[in-house]
């Protein structure tokens, strides 16, 4: 049997019409399960009927708005702590991920051992461009590596004095954009 049309019936928020009206009633006269959701369905219509809806107290809506930009920042703080802390947890997981394939199988003795060459080789590398430096200026003429330094100073101050008048035109007058 169907109940679900029934039970539409019986949901309706509408006027049924004679012809419903008729089959619902010879529905109901047989169908218990259906009588019984009409009777649920009555109980609860009364129980609403019978309750009286709840009025705030007395500035609950001042009261409200007053504390709403309190609770939009407690609400933001925590998902800016939820946000940093699932982005550190990522950053972590990844770091550890990429740590274990991407590291060659080496012990940290030889890591550190490695370490210290490079730097070793580094300082070696600085030692000898500045010897290099040293008897390259040795080598000319005074006048030469005083043109030089000459040129190179000149150039440093005309880069800087372009970058200082460009950064006080912009703190005057700002960025032009396209429109």
């Avoid at 679900?4 to 019409?17: G, H, I, K, S």
């Avoid at 009555?42 to 609770?71: C, I, M, Y």
């Avoid at 550190?88 to 012990?107: C, D, E, Q, R, Y």
Wanted: charged content about 20%.
């Amino acid at each position: 049997m169907n109940h679900q049309y029934f039970e539409n019936l019986l949901l309706e928020d509408r006027a049924l019409t004679p012809e419903e009206k008729e089959k619902l009633g010879k529905h109901l006269s047989i169908c218990t399960k259906c009588t019984d959701f009409e009777q649920s369905l009555r109980a609860l219509d009364h129980e609403f009927k019978l309750t009286s809806v709840a009025s705030p107290s007395a500035g609950f809506t001042a009261r409200w708005q007053a504390n709403l930009p309190d609770r939009r920042k407690q609400h933001e703080a925590e998902q800016k702590r939820i946000i940093s802390i699932s982005m550190g947890a990522t950053i972590v997981a990844t770091g550890i991920t990429l740590a274990v394939f991407l590291l060659p199988k080496v012990s940290p003795i030889t890591v550190l051992a490695n370490l210290f060459a490079d730097f070793v080789s580094l300082v070696d590398l600085v030692t000898n461009f500045w010897s290099f430096i040293g008897s390259f200026f040795n080598a000319i003429p005074t006048s030469f590596s005083i043109g030089i330094l000459a040129t190179i100073s000149i150039w440093l101050t005309i880069t800087l004095l372009a970058w200082g008048i460009t950064l006080y035109r912009i703190t005057l007058k700002g960025i032009r954009t396209a429109k």
